[in-house]
């Protein structure tokens, strides 16, 4: 996607909207800010604590998602992640409605429990989804079973929801649509972008968020609306 042009920022993904979330707050921040992107994490074990919404509030936000078509992703984390890979039928149906699929390799206890070939040929067989790969350096393994793959994107995420910031960040790896998470959050979000900016230069991109748009552990909505704000203005630059 390199060119000579600057950055461009396809979305900028706010993760971690749970059921004390009014799903209607989502949809009226989509409507102003219209390249947020929604990413629900999806972990059965956890489903109604703080970050992990429910089965019900997931399929309501995907019917009211669906309606408004707005920019959706599941994070599948932990045994949701392995149900992917070995297609439980209940992980499958609870996908229906996003748009991309986030495979959270670097959260849980998945190490060793899956296998690569596996993993890329259920993306494969799913082409109408995107799927984004948690990409960390332990992972470059899965980027030659992935050359062939149209429909996948990395994201560089070593903090993988600690809310760490990279003391640097990666350019985008030829051949592959990357995206960019970890530590960000209204406090920094201009100085990162900029710094990503110039790393991706040419190239097409997007960022993520999840713990630096909480507070306390609660989703906080002026903080996501504070992100919003910055990036929109950061994309009219």
């Known amino acids: 996607m390199a060119g000579g042009s600057p950055m461009k920022l396809q979305y900028c993904s706010i993760t971690g909207a749970d059921d004390a979330v009014n799903i209607t707050d989502l949809l009226d921040i989509a409507a102003q800010y219209p390249f947020v992107e929604w990413a629900i994490l999806l972990l059965p074990a956890k489903a109604g604590t703080p970050r992990f919404p429910t089965r019900g509030w997931?399929?309501?936000?995907?019917?009211?998602?669906?309606?408004?078509?707005?920019?959706?992703?599941?994070?599948?984390?932990?045994?949701?992640?392995?149900?992917?890979?070995?297609?439980?039928?209940?992980?499958?149906?609870?996908m229906q409605g996003f748009k991309r699929i986030q495979l959270n390799l670097k959260f849980g206890d998945v190490e060793g429990k899956y296998s690569e070939t596996d993993l890329v040929a259920r993306v494969q067989s799913m082409p109408e989804k995107q799927f984004i790969i948690q990409y960390g350096k332990d992972k470059q393994s899965l980027l030659p079973l992935l050359k062939d793959t149209p429909n996948h994107a990395v994201l560089f995420d070593e903090s993988a929801g600690r809310g760490i910031n990279p003391d640097t960040w990666d350019a985008p790896l030829a051949g592959h649509f990357c995206g960019y998470a970890g530590g960000l959050n209204p406090d920094n979000?201009?100085?990162?972008?900029?710094?990503?900016?110039?790393?991706?230069?040419?190239?097409?991109?997007w960022i993520d968020m999840e713990t630096g748009v909480r507070t306390n552990d609660v989703f906080d909505l002026e903080k996501v609306k504070s992100v919003l704000a910055t990036t929109a203005a950061f994309m009219q630059r």
């Open 58 to 94: 997931i399929d309501r936000f995907a019917k009211a998602a669906a309606e408004k078509n707005l920019n959706t992703a599941m994070h599948l984390c932990d045994e949701a992640l392995l149900g992917f890979v070995a297609g439980d039928a209940d992980t499958l149906a609870a």
């Open 189 to 205: 979000l201009t100085r990162n972008l900029e710094t990503i900016a110039k790393v991706a230069d040419g190239h097409t991109t």
